[in-house]
């Protein structure tokens, strides 16, 4: 199965930026305290020189092409360096000098020209420049060719920057990670005595335009400096993985990484120390240990302990060890997490790692499970790894990225493990590596851990998840109950009531069967049998205990003909039968060898005793004995547990007594079920008017009952659905009265073909109470959209007759109300004509204020009964068509065929 998943991190970038105040917060809080004097001082002189560096670097940006051609012009000949520069846009270039006007300080130019004698010149005359370094030559521009150029003054530029960018930061490391180890690389390509020249002409140069300033003169040549140093210096060793085994070969580290990354201090426990540096580093052995400086934050400390390492009576690798021994550390870091969990927090602790490999992992928890957390620490301190690291006198340290090489395949988790503190994660790291898979995962996880808590927590059959447990772990320990619920009365719980296990679920739960046997004593020459029978047969009990314990019946050659016809005879009872049925080689096959020993526990316990597992201490015990005496004594505990005695006795076949709520909820509820849901149904009740119009003496014909239901006498008469608003505050009401008007008046759902932007604040006021339901509806009658759609396209008495339907629920009754209607529609217009329908009497009478009008069925008088069903019956949009037929209707000026 291939899956994809996250290690559980994002990618880490090295800090390659390291400023002064970044470097001096970062030192105090991994020494969990406050800034010290010392570091206070140095903060404030940084930011007090803060706006000379930033003018610094502004004069730096701003002469950068005159420092870099007079540093090319120097090593170069026969032709313009400065021709080969990377140059920026003219608007770019206007910009840069506009946001760059210095205030403070004004300083003087140099001259950039003069060619090379000018710069041979300069490089005698200007003080601190340094000596020309042996082997330089003057390199030819026209030999040398246009590629190699554009790269050297590339280079020569980027040495200009980073020392612009270490000045306004305070701190040389940007130095010294971008230009340690490029003197090899540069003598490859170019000469290094060149471009050991050209620093030192950039320094010369850069140092002339300050003259003025002794100050700045000063940083300026101290950066400058650094990047001279760090480039004569040979290119540093990559940094090994000191461990020594066979699947870590080749783990190397390159050494701008380890300068890039975050400085950690190492503390060394030495004899000739102070007082004030010896309790340093016991508090720095308190935090790698305890996470924690527990002497500031509990008030606690090992005062034996520590009296012992500071005279140098015991070593830090002693200290380190006992402290790991310590009840404070088993009660803070081992008894609250299983093994694997403890495992993980000891190599953070004691190696200043997260576990590196499976088979790692497999050592460790075996010494774990043998001797408990004292074995696992002498381990781990006695290890070759930690001599290697630590040696004696070293304070164990985090190995975290720029500490050391580290593997891709244990990535995520090591990170994991530095960013979280531990009583805050409690979920094993390493075997829980995976967060999420695309298909779904195979029915084994590790120890039993499951997703859903009422089912699977303790190995039950699994159902396919997409999910591990480590993501959503059960909230069970050892002293959680499952939930279980009785195939029975409820009365007769196993909590409720724990003297009922006896007695039979009745019609309630799931069928019993049961063999009487009458006392042995009974000859058996008088002619009375041995077992007097509750079934039909005894093949129903022998069929019985094979579904009970295979869950199927049994192919031809799979029963256990020999036990059958005891049972029959009467020489064993049920409880023997099912005995041997467990202990045959099918249900071994079933049963155990095809499962971890979690989920045979649990499939077993379901077949025998009938019920799930309760807890983690029932899943233990029978672990525990399965581990020590096999799959038999399981079988033989089972079945002679006081349980299976007190509920099934010696003749009854075992049977479901017990479900979870989610194994129930699996079966009722899922699809093609059989059986009740729990949900309620309402039977199909026959209407009244139906049933009083049905003649008693024969069924209506079908010409008749087609008659009726053309006449309207049909169900629909029932399903009328009425909306009215109660509440402002029911924001699903509203949502509902709103879109029920929509469709009443507009003949259809609002949201598919038009943008309701002209309903908006109609909808804010109803919201908030500013108009009813009845003043909304006059509102849309009014709309443009309305008369686009419902008043243009027709003559006046369609308009009336589509009026009288989305205002008053029904068709117009006679020609009396249509030349009333059509008086107002010509003389005062649509808005009038729909004030007058929705202020009329019969409005407020059927839908009052806060009622949405809808069709109207009982209220009808039965002569205008069908003009409404007609006019209901069909769309506006694909008839002309006038619902009563009386009135001789006149073409509109805009049809709406044309």
Known sequence: MSVKASGGTSVVRQQIFRTVPVSTISQAEQQDRYLGASELTELDTFFQSGVKRVEIAQILTLKSDLIVSRAANRIFTGGSPLSFAERPAPEVQMAMAGATQLTAVTYTDADGGGGIFSGLKALFTAPGSGSIP???????????????????????????????????????????????????????????????????????ASIAYFRDDAEAREIVGTYFDVLLTEFKAPTPSNKQRQRPTTDQQGLELPQIYAEASERRPKYVMKPGLSGVEKNETIKAAYRQIFERDILRAYSQGVSDLESKVKNSE???????????????????????????????????????????????????????????????????????????????????????????????????????LFNYSAPFRKVPQFITLFASYEQPLADQHPYGTGNDPLEIQFGAIFPKETRTPSSAPAPFNKDTRRILI?????????????????????????????????????????????????????????????????????????????????????????????????????????AWTSLYVCKAIEFMHRRLIGRPTYGRNEMNSYFDLASKQGFYALVDAMIDSSEYCESFGEDTVPYERYVTPAGQAKRALRSGSIGSTGKLTKPEVTPRFIELGTPSGSLRTTPDTSMRIGQ????????????????????MQLQGVMKAAYRQVFERDIEPYVV???????????????????????????????????????????????GTKHFLGRAPINQAEIRKYNQILATEGIRSFVSAMVSSPEYAQVFGEDVVPYRRFPTLPATNFPNTERLYNQLTKQTEDISNPSFEPVTGYYSINS
């Open 314 to 416: 015991i070593s830090m690798k002693e200290f380190v060890r006992r402290l790991c021994k310590s009840p404070l550390y088993r009660k803070q870091f081992f008894e609250p997490f299983i093994n694997s969990r403890a495992l993980e927090l000891a190599f953070r602790h004691i190696l200043g790692r997260a576990p590196s490999s499976r088979e790692e992992v497999q050592k460790y928890f075996s010494i774990v499970s043998d001797g408990g957390l004292p074995k696992l620490v002498d381990a781990l301190v006695d290890s070759q790894e930690y001599a290697d690291y630590f040696g004696e006198e070293t304070v164990p340290y985090k190995r975290g990225f720029g500490q050391e090489a580290q593997e891709c395949r244990n990535w995520g988790a090591q990170f994991d």
């Open 486 to 590: 009785r195939n029975g009365a409820g009365i007769d719980n196993q909590l409720s009531n724990p003297a009922a296990r006896p007695k039979a679920p009745g019609s309630l739960g799931p069928k019993v069967f049961k063999l009487d046997q009458v006392p042995s004593t009974i000859s058996r020459s008088s002619g009375n049998t041995s077992i007097r029978y509750s079934e039909s047969s005894t093949q129903v009990i022998i069929r019985a205990a094979y579904r009970q314990v295979f869950g199927r019946d049994v192919y031809e050659g799979q029963g256990l003909k020999v036990e059958e016809i005891r049972l029959e005879n009467g020489e064993i009872s049920v409880r023997d039968f099912i005995r041997a049925l467990a202990k045959s080689s099918a249900f071994r096959q079933q």
């Open 712 to 731: 309207g006498v049909s169900k629909q008469r029932e399903q009328t659905k009425v909306f009215k608003l109660t509440s402002h505050h029911d924001e």
């Open 134 to 204: 042996a082997g330089f030559r003057p390199i030819s521009v026209s030999s040398y060719g246009p590629r190699n150029m554009t790269k050297s003054l590339r280079d020569m530029s980027w040495f200009l920057r980073y020392v612009s960018y270490a000045i306004v930061a305070g701190d040389p490391n940007i130095i010294s990670v971008n230009v340690r180890g490029l003197r090899e690389i540069i003598e490859r390509a170019c000469s290094t005595p060149a471009t050991i020249v050209a620093i030192q002409t950039m320094r010369q």
């Open 756 to 802: 309701k932007v002209e309903f908006t604040e109609l909808e804010s006021k109803l919201r908030n109470g500013e108009i009813t339901v009845k003043e909304f509806i006059e509102s849309l009658g009014a709309s443009e959209l309305y008369i686009r759609e419902f008043y243009t396209p027709y003559p006046n008495t369609k308009a009336i007759e589509l």
